[in-house]
């Protein structure tokens, strides 16, 4: 289990699954971040390894094909939201050159965004509600932080070999055709 998958057949899930050292909002834990250039309330990963944005950024592609995933922890939870979010920023770049992708990402991280318990959130079987407004308020910037880290990391891979008009590889922009989970982001 440790290398998150279980058969050809199945998504992808978080190794991250059953760390419980970690505060925990709306069933999320707060995880570190490796090299984070964003402020935020996530601790430094002082260990070598994939932090949660490598491990969504790595495992995209794959569940990016399945229609129902079976979440088995607070890392899958995250996952999920960030596999949306990683969605919605490539159909905002798709037509944009890196630097103007870069510029958009973070002005979508700044975005207000809706959270758990919140009428229009696209995740509510998902993520439980928050038990009060200052959860709600520690999962909005934990997330945020997750969006912007999140938007710098998937502008390098996505341009790591652009096209040959310095638009985004089109190996990550036929993503834009599908849908995880049947949803996409409002904002």
Request: glycine share 6%; proline share 7%.
């Amino acid at each position: 289990h440790s290398d998150g998958f279980h058969s050809l057949a199945m998504a992808y899930h978080s190794v991250w699954n059953g760390y419980d050292d970690y505060p925990v909002v709306c069933g999320c834990p707060i995880l570190p971040l490796k090299d984070a250039t964003v402020k935020g309330p996530a601790p430094k990963l002082e260990e070598e390894g994939w932090d949660i944005l490598d491990e969504t950024l790595y495992s995209f592609k794959v569940n990016m094909f399945f229609q129902s995933y079976d979440v088995q922890g607070g890392g899958d939870r995250i996952m999920v939201y960030l596999i949306i979010y990683i969605h919605h920023c490539l159909k905002q770049i798709v037509k944009l050159p890196k630097e103007k992708a870069k510029k958009a990402l973070y002005t979508l991280a700044q975005q207000s965004f809706d959270a758990p318990g919140d009428h229009h959130f696209i995740l509510p079987a998902f993520l439980p509600n928050p038990k009060s407004t200052k959860e709600s308020s520690e999962w909005k910037e934990y997330f945020k932080q997750l969006r912007e880290e999140l938007g710098n990391r998937l502008v390098e891979k996505v341009y790591a070999a652009p096209g040959p008009d310095g638009l985004p590889s089109k190996w990550w922009v036929m993503f834009t055709k599908r849908k995880f989970l049947n949803k996409t982001l409002a904002n």
